[in-house]
């Protein structure tokens, strides 16, 4: 799975390449690459024994570096799997999208190459079992990712690269610190070892400054207020390809870092941190959807909106319960499929008009592009929260974990952290339908013209937007489909069955 978009990344690159003529060919390969690598995903789902989900299968575990202990030691559990498939099919969807799609600024060889290379990088951090590896493939999504922004991004794309790397690559150096720090005291890299132990080996000094600084690397990642502010940026001067990996996968890396490392490897330090992480968890929703009420560009809307949804993931999280972690590892799916599909929607607005300013874009979308109007509308209700769509279950199982949080931790505080998110996200829904009421159900008087024929949807638009729809559909309806697979493997992090 690692090794498919590796090496057609290679093969785009070699300049005596003389197999792929056309940019279309190019884009045309990247999408068979992808393609391949998703059913290398599928296979996997397959294969997996979902009998057995708190234990890591599919494994792949080679001496690397003898001499100071490091594997080349990848696998899946119930709580890798679903965010790998996500991966795949997310890459897959943008490459579809860019056979009739292309962002503009040429260089699609270049492109292709940066967005396999990042599919690697991603695809790696989930399955990565040793530390060090991790930290390898965590950090090898950074350039591509700098570079689709620099290349292809749009007004302002300059400054959003920068803060985009500074603030990752800052948040890295905490990362490396706090993982360094935990094998060299407890004398292993190995990730499932290390989670076994349950932070036995480690004083609860070493644990809380070690979660401290694997916490801020993640935190940058996932974003977390304060440390969001590279967000918005990145996300508004993106391509739209750009946009759907960063929301649908890159903010999940800094989540699922916290899941599958930090807080199994210091437990004594999570439980230290969880009421900070709560209160910033609470701030962030709030922060997130009242900025959101005061953007005008609909794209830079949807990217504050991440800051409050993830802000969810984090309170789920912070609540040291199966509960609360379950529904932060069903936010994670719920946000990246959701949000990709905004973001693909957003991509055909502005192909469309020219523009994704709200105020230029005026209202009565439903007229002139129903099918894109409609499928937007959907996308907005699914994103706050409606009963029976996807986002409901993870933001419902946060707060119901903080209902109920860790007996070891505050509830009087936590049970204020949950009235805080609950009013957040009646915030949420204020400003999706603040949003609909301005662009799509409004009168379409002064509205802009689309530059193209904007009720012809295209057939790539539609294969990118379809298989979205269905998963936000299927985990919202049958959210046990992603529970059974989740409960397992959050259950031994905390020491159960």
Not at 185 to 203: I, K, Q, S, Y
Not at 326 to 342: E, K, S, V
Not at 375 to 396: K, Q, R
Request: proline share 5%.
């Amino acid at each position: 799975m690692l090794a498919i978009p590796l090496a057609g990344a290679l093969a785009i690159l070699v300049p005596a390449n003389r197999f792929l003529r056309t940019d279309f060919a190019v884009r045309a390969f990247g999408t068979a690459v992808s393609g391949a690598t998703l059913l290398v995903a599928i296979s996997a789902l397959s294969a997996f024994d979902f009998g057995a989900t708190s234990r890591m299968q599919l494994e792949v575990d080679r001496e690397w570096a003898s001499a100071i202990g490091l594997k080349f030691h990848l696998g899946v559990d119930g709580i890798s799997l679903p965010l790998v498939v996500l991966t795949a099919l997310l890459t897959f969807l943008c490459f579809l999208y860019t056979l009739r799609h292309p962002p503009e600024g040429g260089r699609i060889r270049l492109l292709t190459a940066m967005l396999l290379v990042l599919e690697v990088g991603m695809l790696g951090t989930f399955v990565a079992l040793d530390l060090v590896l991790f930290f390898v493939f965590f950090e090898t999504v950074l350039i591509p990712m700098y570079v689709v922004i620099m290349l292809w991004g749009g007004t302002g794309r300059r400054e959003a690269a920068y803060k985009f790397i500074l603030y990752t690559l800052l948040g890295s150096g905490f990362l490396l610190a706090g993982m360094l720090l935990v094998g060299a005291t407890a004398g292993t890299l190995d990730m499932t070892e290390l989670a076994a132990r349950h932070g036995d080996g480690l004083t609860r000094g070493i644990q809380i400054t070690a979660f401290a600084l694997m916490g801020i690397g993640f935190a940058v990642k996932a974003p977390m207020w304060p440390l969001h502010t590279w967000l918005p940026d990145a996300h508004t001067a993106a391509p739209t390809v750009g946009s759907v990996l960063l929301a649908g996968v890159l903010l999940k890396m800094g989540t699922y870092g916290l899941v599958r490392v930090a807080l199994p490897l210091a437990p004594e330090g999570a439980q230290f941190w969880a009421p900070w992480l709560g209160l910033l968890a609470v701030i962030g929703i709030v922060y997130g959807a009242l900025a959101c009420l005061a953007q005008r560009d609909l794209k830079r809307m949807i990217a504050f909106s991440s800051v409050g949804h993830m802000g969810f993931v984090l309170l789920g999280i912070a609540t040291l319960t199966p509960v609360g972690v379950n529904a932060a590892l069903f936010g994670n799916i719920a946000h990246g499929l959701i949000t990709g599909l905004l973001f693909f929607l957003a991509g055909s607005v502005k192909d469309r008009w020219g523009t994704t300013d709200m105020d230029a874009l005026g209202g009565g979308m439903l007229g002139t592009s129903p099918r894109l109007a409609s499928i937007l509308t959907f996308a907005s209700v699914a994103s706050l929260g409606l009963p029976g769509l996807a986002g409901f279950w993870g933001e419902m199982l946060a707060l119901l974990g903080a209902y109920r949080p860790h007996a070891d931790l505050p509830r009087e505080t936590f049970v204020t952290f949950m009235v805080i998110a609950a009013l957040g996200a009646l915030l949420t829904a204020a400003y999706f339908l603040r949003m609909l009421a301005k662009i799509t159900h409004g009168p379409a008087d002064g509205a802009a013209e689309p530059r193209v024929p904007a009720a012809r949807v295209s057939l790539q638009e539609y294969a990118a937007w379809t298989p979205l729809i269905a998963l936000t559909l299927l985990v919202g309806l049958w959210p046990k489909t992603l529970l059974d697979v989740t409960t397992g493997p959050v259950r031994a992090l905390f020491g159960g069955g």
